[in-house]
């Protein structure tokens, strides 16, 4: 009887350290992970728990990703950058203040210097027939072939050329400091005047915009001018009361033109009445464009506010500090 006890109390031990040995074998710590003590009781659990593991990992890179604003230099330049910016073929072309124009893919991150002229290069240029045109200081308006690497001076003025210019009808119109507007044809290779404000002396900065086949154009002399290039005909839309300049590129909102001007005011030209009028005073000159969102017309002042309006309602809204 001793014996069959003692027999039994052996058989105890041994399962007694079975499961001790069990209990270790099944306390797996993870390697690499940098979380220890992770029990994996099966080959399934310890999967599971390792793509767990993996799936955590990847959506937090994925948070950390997507918190990041990544802002970096892709064009260097020696001057002032004031020109808006064109895109073409993917590309990017900016004008500069150091009588530059340059171009910046980002495919392969290259940047190159496309034209050269001999004064600031402020325009923020347009796009016709796959070719760039940018106006320049030195009173001349240059065109850029991608495809040849070639440029060539398309418009001579008398005066600086601030204006990006409208294209219309497969032509360039674009404005100068001499007060004219002038018309380039690159089926012909011609320019020509096709618009004088009423004062040489009086620029035109305005890049103006296209409305019903007509071209309209702001100017120093206090006035917007159309002009029809069906018939040849200018006529003055828009006059400002102040005798201040306007600079703004105007904005189409509801088949009508808006014009910022130097004396506060936004002025709105309805072509089918033939009628101006203006809108509500800001707190001082205003050459933005302005834009158009659901309906309603956003342009900024220099009085630091931004302005909505609408048929129905006139407000300003605070811009942030």
């Known amino acids: 009887m001793v014996n069959f006890i003692n027999l039994l109390k052996i058989h105890e031990n041994d399962l007694i350290n079975m499961k001790k040995l069990l209990s270790l074998l099944s306390a797996i710590t993870i390697a690499g992970s ?26 937090r890179s994925n948070n950390e990703n997507n918190k990041i604003n990544i802002t970096k230099i892709v064009i260097t330049t020696n001057g002032i950058v004031r020109s808006d910016g064109i895109i073409l073929n993917n590309k990017v072309y900016f004008g500069s203040a150091d009588n530059k124009v340059y171009e910046y893919d980002p495919a392969t991150g290259q940047q190159k210097i496309v034209l ?35 440029q060539k001076i398309v418009i001579k003025t008398n005066g600086f050329i601030w204006s990006s210019g409208v294209i219309f009808n497969n032509k360039l119109y674009i404005g100068s400091d001499d007060g004219n507007i002038y018309e380039y044809d690159p089926a012909t290779g011609q320019q020509k005047i096709v618009l004088r404000t009423t004062n040489s002396n009086n620029p035109i900065k305005s890049s103006g915009l296209v409305l019903n086949n007509k071209l309209y154009f702001g100017s120093d002399d206090n006035k917007v001018y159309e002009y029809d290039p069906a018939t040849g005909q200018q006529k003055i839309v828009i006059k400002t009361n102040n005798s201040q300049s306007i600079r703004s590129s105007g904005v189409i909102f509801n088949n009508k033109i808006y014009f910022g001007s130097g004396d506060k005011n ?42 909505e309006y609408s048929e129905v309602l006139f407000r300003f809204k605070f811009r942030a500090n």
């Open 34 to 59: 940098g979380m220890s003590g992770i029990v994996a009781n099966s080959p399934y659990q310890k999967q599971e728990q390792l793509e767990n593991i993996n799936y955590k990992r990847q959506k």
């Open 116 to 150: 050269r002229t001999n004064g600031n290069v402020w325009s923020s240029g347009v796009v016709l027939n796959h070719k760039v045109y940018f106006g320049s200081w030195d009173y001349k308006v240059y065109e850029y072939d991608p495809v040849t690497g070639q």
């Open 266 to 307: 936004v002025y709105e030209y309805d072509p089918s009445t033939e009628q101006q009028r203006v809108i509500p005073t800001t707190g001082s000159w205003n050459e933005s464009s302005g834009v158009v969102l659901n309906n309603k017309l956003y342009f900024g002042s220099a009085d630091g506010n931004i302005y």
